[in-house]
């Protein structure tokens, strides 16, 4: 345990998918990692964002394109037992929305109570776990570390989460971005958003956040474990990969 808030990132499966699900004018298949992220803070306390897939998802097809592979010993529960803290103590699960691979893990993360935004659709969601509706911003561990914030447009209640440290934060995106090179194009890369304009100007936002010395973490692209910056909350380990 470190003297400050750190990221964990944590490798939870797979996803194959025809590109052009994924981003517009995309060409072939593309493989995708699905994350979830251990948030540590330095009292002992753990907190999740994202739970990655759910075991159940092994091997099977979502929405006719979406292929999930999740091998043995690499769900949410399993990762963060391997790093060394107890499922069973992680005190929350920062839900960035509502889709299968980001939510698909919260029922082996028994105590948590999940953080979900207010306009969040929570028909997927039926897990018996206590549920926190958020609004734009929250505290997460009413210190000032790391806080919840809107990142509406992939879906309507689409929630991002940033832990500040030394010249800006590390800000955990979810699908507001799912590559790297999403903030490099300035359209609307995916191809199904919610809500395009939301999206874009979510987007924006974003783009700024990085102009300004923060790094962003996306939803679904490895390549981010390459440029950590110095000082960062984010702490690479083999679970980061698979
Ligand atoms: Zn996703």
New binding site residues.
Partial sequence: MGSTTQILPLRCGT?RAPANALEVDGVGDLT?P?YAYLITHPSGRTMLFDAGLAPSHHDQTVSKVFRNELPEGHDVAARVLAAGFDPARVEGIVASHS?Y??IGGIALVPNARIFIHQKEDLRELDTGHDLVRTDDSLDLFGDGSAEVFATPGHTCGHQSVRVWREGGADILA??AC?FCRSLDREDTDQPYPFDKAQYLETKRRLVQMRADGNFIVP??DESFLDNIPRGSAIRVSPLSRL
Avoid: A, F, Q
Wanted: hydrophobic share 25%.
């Fill in positions: 996803i995708l699905v889709h691979d980001h979810g699908d799912y939803g679904h």
